[in-house]
């Protein structure tokens, strides 16, 4: 089983659709969880932290459920600047992260 | 401040040669990765460094070697090329202090191995 599991999509959704994006994690004593947002060819870059009591910034909201060992990331009104593929990230104690394999956003006109 | 920047973008290498990629940081980070990325794979943590003068196997290390003899360079090495070896290739860095901070990637060498 892998450490981190998405799934790869893709989400095809019209703009302004909402879209939710799950994430499990198999290591209980995770300690910190990101969104890392990845364009086609390039490198990827932090999106949000996710944190216990669930955060927001703009139209992206991201949950954390411990009990389920799972993440979320929703994002909101859609835009065609939202494509892009969205990596789920554990650090799972120490110095490294654990990726998953990404989810594939298409956000359509 | 440039980040991090990667050397070289693009190489193809035939099976058997050598080669070294080369990743900086001006951002006085203590820890340092290189990681490779294949299509439904995610990216796959291959060495580390938690300072200079310190390296450490990743998940994926066979057929590598690294150093960091600098804090601010990490060298990723390949001595016999392989095709299994092609692939996109990030480096990436980030404080030491707290597990949470935000790591940040080079541009990606994309390596092709015949």
């Known amino acids: 089983r892998k450490e981190v599991e998405q799934d790869p999509g893709p989400f095809n959704v019209p703009e302004g659709a909402t879209v939710a994006f799950n994430c499990t994690y198999s290591?209980?004593?995770?300690?910190?969880f990101f969104w890392y947002r990845q364009d086609c060819r390039k490198e990827p870059k932090l999106l949000m932290s996710v944190y216990s009591s669930g955060n927001e910034d703009g139209r992206f909201t991201a949950q954390l459920n411990r009990a389920s060992q799972y993440i979320s990331l929703l994002i909101r009104d859609s835009k065609l600047s939202d494509s892009a593929t969205y990596l789920c990230v554990v650090n799972t104690g120490g110095n490294k992260l654990v990726f998953g394999a990404g989810t594939i956003l298409r956000v359509k006109s | 401040n440039a980040g991090v920047t990667q050397t070289p973008k693009f190489r193809v290498l035939k099976t058997g040669q050598s080669m070294t990629l080369l990743c900086a940081q001006d951002m006085n980070h203590e820890y340092m990765y290189w990681y490779r990325q294949d299509p439904g794979m995610g990216l796959r943590l291959i060495h580390y460094s938690v300072g200079e003068g310190t390296t450490a196997k990743g998940e994926v290390p066979d057929g590598y070697n690294v150093s960091r003899l600098k804090k601010q360079n990490f060298l990723l090495g390949l001595e016999s090329a392989a095709p299994s070896q092609t692939s996109v290739y990030f480096c990436a860095s980030r404080t030491r202090t707290g597990g949470a901070n935000e790591q940040y990637f080079g541009p990606g060498t994309r390596l092709t191995v015949t």
């Open positions: 290591n209980s004593a995770s300690q910190s």
